[in-house]
């Protein structure tokens, strides 16, 4: 079965910088285009970003655009996300998943549903 498993999530400050990981395991990880969503208190989960299998298509949310970035390293099965300028509404947990259908990205046209697999969660804290 697919497991994913984020790290890297913490408290930091307005300005301030962080990375996650995601780890994954129990699939083809070069096989699936892979995304990063986050979920505020209150809030529905947001899709933020997202990569294509080999690496070479990108979407960012409005929200992050020019302040976040994705990135993978098939050899070890991992997705990252650069964060940086921090803002405090982008407090929230952040999760990644794998993308439904292998071999297939959607880009900008995804939503929550194109997803099967959902990491546990890290939070992530910006104060201001």
């Known amino acids: 079965q697919v497991q994913l498993v984020e790290s890297g999530g913490g408290l930091v400050q307005a300005g301030g910088s962080l990375r996650l990981s995601c780890v994954a395991s129990?699939?083809?990880?070069?096989?699936?285009?892979m995304a990063w969503f986050r979920q505020a208190p209150g809030k529905e989960r947001e899709l933020i970003a997202t990569?294509?299998?080999?690496?070479?298509?990108?979407y960012y949310a409005d929200s992050v655009k020019e302040r976040f970035t994705i990135s993978r390293n098939n050899a070890v099965n991992s997705v990252f996300l650069q964060m940086s300028n921090l803002k405090p509404e982008d407090t929230a947990v952040y999760f990644c998943?794998?993308?439904?259908?292998?071999?297939?990205?959607?880009?900008?046209?995804?939503?929550?549903?194109?997803?099967?697999?959902w990491g546990q969660g890290t939070q992530v804290t910006v104060s201001s």
């Open positions: 129990g699939l083809t990880f070069s096989s699936y285009a």
């Open positions: 998943a794998t993308r439904r259908a292998p071999r297939s990205y959607g880009g900008s046209r995804d939503t929550e549903n194109d997803y099967a697999s």
């Open positions: 990569i294509s299998s080999a690496g070479s298509m990108t």
